[in-house]
């Protein structure tokens, strides 16, 4: 499963590309207005940074804006994704914006027959905001499923991309269900990585090490002296 951010943080993109964690970014108007920033230069420094698709979302209401928004913004970058609304509008603009070559993710889907209608449209990913689903009390996840076996039974291309993610137990069971992409805030993502048994097993393992001799510890001297074998390969061998 790939992994992209949901963030228009330069610093948090910087860092989770520095882990090899992502794939892609995906953004939103709330997200852009977070960083009070010029809209179009700061996409594109998204775009420069992630090796991956970026999810730029229009913000008009009608077709004819998003189409026309959508065009300039796949201009602007290769990595660029347009984002439109699971609305009569958002699907108009989908169609015309996938006819033209210009990748969609079709975004604010809460339900089975809005993604079916995604894929018909010729969404290139549809996301489904599971977090949302829950705060209802609805399974979000369920979704997700539903979604993977309606686009099985008919062999649609369209990729299902997990947004509205708020812990790491939605990713598990994204991946779990096949879902091609979960995106998340740096917060979940930092998250994935924490384990309380990792933490102890280092302070451990480091411990131990401490209580050796200092001359069995200096290692930098006899590395330097031993014959130099390929990387990865014993030099004894
Ligand atoms: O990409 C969609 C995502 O940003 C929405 O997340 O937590 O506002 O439901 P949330």
């Known amino acids: 499963m790939k992994l992209f951010l949901d963030s228009a943080n330069l610093k948090e993109i910087d860092e989770a590309v520095s882990w090899g964690a992502i794939d892609g970014v995906t ?25 991956g698709p970026v999810s730029m979302e229009t913000v008009s209401r009608d077709a004819a804006g998003m189409i026309e928004e959508g065009r300039a913004f796949a201009a602007l970058h290769q990595h660029i ?16 914006l996938s006819h033209e070559g210009i990748r969609v993710n ?19 990913f549809v996301s489904p905001f599971v977090g949302r689903l829950d705060d209802l009390s609805q399974d979000g996840m369920l979704l997700i ?25 939605h990713v598990a069971e994204a991946a779990k269900i096949g879902a091609d992409i979960a995106t998340m805030p740096f917060a979940v993502l930092e998250m994935l990585v924490k384990h309380p048994l990792t ?21 930098k001297a006899s590395a330097a002296a031993a014959p130099r074998g390929k990387a990865g390969i014993r030099a004894s061998r």
């Open 27 to 51: 953004t939103n108007p709330t997200l852009v207005a977070k960083e009070g920033r010029e809209f179009v230069p700061l996409m594109k420094e998204i775009c420069e940074r992630v090796n």
């Open 81 to 96: 994704v347009v984002k439109c609304p699971l609305t009569k509008e958002g699907l108009k603009a989908t169609r015309q």
């Open 106 to 124: 079709v975004t604010l889907c809460f339900s089975p027959n809005q993604a079916l209608l995604a894929a018909k449209a010729g969404a290139y």
């Open 145 to 169: 499923q539903d979604i993977k076996t309606i686009y099985a039974n008919y062999r649609f291309a369209t990729q299902i991309l997990v947004a509205s993610v708020r812990h790491p137990i």
């Open 199 to 219: 933490d102890a097993g280092l302070e451990r393992f480091l411990s131990d090490w401490e209580r050796l001799p200092p001359e069995a510890k200096q290692w």
